[in-house]
């Protein structure tokens, strides 16, 4: 009978998992029980934390819903999520426009707009703006009829989700590009804001005394047939978290801000938020997503 002590214990498991048929799923469980394993050593981990850390994610799923992501959440705030994104995007046969992270708050199905239209439903104190620009291929050609989903905060930094119920969608639409891959319409300046700090991330943020804060932004998921999705967002230049973003998401090619006198804009005398994207060629991990509607991943868990 082999002994089993803090030393022999990881090999004991990994000769327990070895006969797993998924070479993938073998590979990726192997190399979990190692780390895990090699990070109990390595901080001396206690019963008392053990079973801290067993409580700790027993609440975030906890906390999960159809239009919640608590995980999701987590994943963002430790970086994972930034972290899976960057090596998601080495596998692009192309460059494209900077990826960003989907966020907690992403939801299909947001309602289908013409181009000029507004994403705003509700009442709003927010600065109206002009968002637009085009969206091209590595040849510099616009892509026509390219989708163009659009969501956002609003001026005081909630998601339609947090405010309203969760039928209703405000400040989300999906959009079409014109023969020539541009797109125009009416939105509100966000405001950066706090993430969720109800549940038990906001408890871990609190914990390691972290502002918990997002810089202003506007998310967008970018397709058409041939390309691989562009998953990203536009944040605001002058925003004070715009370097201490609480899930790492910002990169300085996707940092604009608001013109107030833009002779090029498609909808004269608004301020604009203006931005081309370069959509890259379709690769074998075709979508650039990593993340998505809350309702689909507790859909999939129940089925």
Known sequence: MRAIDEHTITEAALDQMASTPDPRLKEIMAALTRHLHNFAREVDLTPDEWLEGIKFLTAVGQKCTAYRQEFILLSDTLGLSSL?????????TEAGTKSSLVGPFYRQDSPVLKLGDTIVTKPTNGLEVCLYGRVFNSAGH???NATVQVWQPDETGNYDLQKHDPSEMDLR?????????RFYLRTIAPLGYMIPMDGPVGD???????HGYRPAHIHFIIGAPGYREVVTALYLQGDEHI???TVFGVT????TGVNSKDPSSPIPNLPTIKFDFHLPAAAAYGSGR???????IVAKVAS
């Open 243 to 245: 370097d201490s973003d």
């Open 290 to 296: 990593v993340g998505a509607d809350p309702s689909q």
């Open 252 to 255: 300085a090619s996707l940092v």
């Open 204 to 210: 871990m943020i609190r914990a390691q005394q972290r």
């Open 84 to 92: 899976v994104n960057a090596l998601h995007d080495r596998r692009a």
């Open 173 to 181: 639409g999906t959009f079409r590009t014109d023969a020539e891959g």
């Open 142 to 144: 616009g892509v026509p």
